[in-house]
């Protein structure tokens, strides 16, 4: 399975109102494993960056002003995730922009050329109601290491929010899938994997467990009129204690 790990930076909060999309980091995973695979572009939004959003996100307007137009990326953009499924942290945000974009430059929306979008801050709530779930907050309580991160950033948010996605769904893995190696590139299955280094332990029921156990068979049976099918399996002497 083909995922996109994907994060945005923008000029302000409302592209109703005007803001524009000035970064956009992507992330490739192919069956919960990174390929080292990513998108990344600064675009020139056309317009002022207020200083709020600059301090948020350190990117000025004479920064971008030599950074390509969206027109001039996004068909690149298109290619990367197309059919993948999306991985967001507040997904209505950043596909609200990106809908936007696309519909400006004549394309379909852009939620129309994915298969599926995961919003991680609505996973997050689930997980953990009544917590602060926040990218920061989310790498704290699940041990991602963000002291790099003093200023948000697309690509880098990408890939924090990728380590936070797979440690928030650890549980999803089979043993199988843990036991395998990353694979092919192009996600080639596998006809076998090689479990030598597993040790399963295996319980045997007690003489007091199987007792018990042909005494709920007995009862079974007789309260079916000894219509039971494995009847034929009740040794004849066997006892109830």
Request: charged share 25%.
């Amino acid at each position: 399975m083909r995922q996109i790990v994907l994060d945005t930076e923008t000029t302000g909060l409302n592209h109703a109102t005007g803001d524009r999309l000035i970064e956009i980091g992507c992330v490739e995973l192919l069956n919960r494993r990174l390929t080292g695979r990513n998108l990344h572009f600064y675009i020139n939004p056309e317009r002022d960056v207020p200083e709020d959003a600059v301090a948020i996100h350190g990117l000025t307007a004479d920064f971008l002003a030599d950074k390509p137009k969206f027109a001039e990326v996004v068909h690149d953009i298109r290619a990367f995730v197309q059919d993948a499924e999306l991985i967001i942290h507040n997904a209505a945000f950043d596909i609200g922009f990106l809908d936007m974009e696309f519909t400006l430059h004549g394309l379909p929306p852009f939620r129309e050329h994915v298969a599926n979008v995961i919003d991680t801050l609505r996973e997050a709530r689930q997980m953990f109601p009544g917590k602060r779930n926040s990218l920061d907050a989310l790498c704290d309580r699940l041990g991602v290491s963000n002291a790099h991160r003093t200023l948000h950033g697309a690509l880098l948010d990408a890939e924090l929010l990728a380590e936070v996605y797979l440690a928030m769904t650890r549980g999803q893995n089979s043993l199988v899938i843990d036991m395998l190696d990353g694979g092919s590139a192009q996600g080639e299955s596998r006809a076998m994997a090689d479990l030598s280094a597993l040790t399963l332990p295996v319980l045997l029921a007690t003489d007091t467990e199987i007792t018990a156990h042909m005494g709920v068979l007995k009862d079974l049976d007789k309260a079916s009129g000894g219509k039971t099918i494995w009847k034929p399996e009740i040794p004849a002497d066997a006892t109830v204690q």
